[in-house]
Nanobody, 132 residues
Framework: QVQLVESGGGLVQAGGSLRLSCATSGRTSFSSYNMAWFRQDPGKEREFVAAIITTGGSTYYEDSVKGRFTISRDNAKNTVYLQMNSLKPEDTAAYYC????????????????????????WGQGTRVTVSS
């Protein structure tokens, strides 16, 4: 069992920056999980934003956030981060942290980590609002 707690959301003007954090705890080692950020608006499906494998050696991004967002992890602190720069109003959503126990050596890992159904645990979400 793994518990995930997101923080760092808030209200920011377009062009601004925020840094989200997701602190984890539980019996299973944080470094055993691939981690990701998804976002969701009411009535919409949860949308992939970014993912990072267990070692931090590979990262994946949704096209609309490439070059603006950076996902990173600190396995010593059991925490994953999402640095969001050049924020746009369309980035407004609740952001969720997810943990996936998929093998990082899976040849289809890039595609699989983009699917919210591949995640075993989720946090409660943190709201990001970008004003124009």
């Amino acid at each position: 069992q793994v518990q995930l707690v997101e923080s760092g959301g808030g209200l920011v003007q377009a062009g601004g920056s925020l840094r989200l954090s997701c602190a984890t705890s539980g019996r299973t080692s944080f470094s055993s999980y691939n981690m990701a950020w998804f976002r969701q608006d009411p009535g919409k499906e949860r949308e992939f934003v970014a993912a990072i494998i267990t070692t931090g050696g590979s990262t994946y991004y949704e096209d609309s956030v490439k070059g603006r967002f950076t996902i990173s992890r600190d396995n010593a602190k059991n925490t994953v981060y999402l640095q969001m720069n050049s924020l746009k109003p369309e980035d407004t959503a609740a952001y969720y942290c997810g943990a996936s126990g998929l093998s990082s050596g899976n040849h289809a890992i890039s595609a699989m980590l983009r699917n919210f159904m591949q995640y075993d645990y989720w946090g409660q979400g943190t709201r990001v609002t970008v004003s124009s």
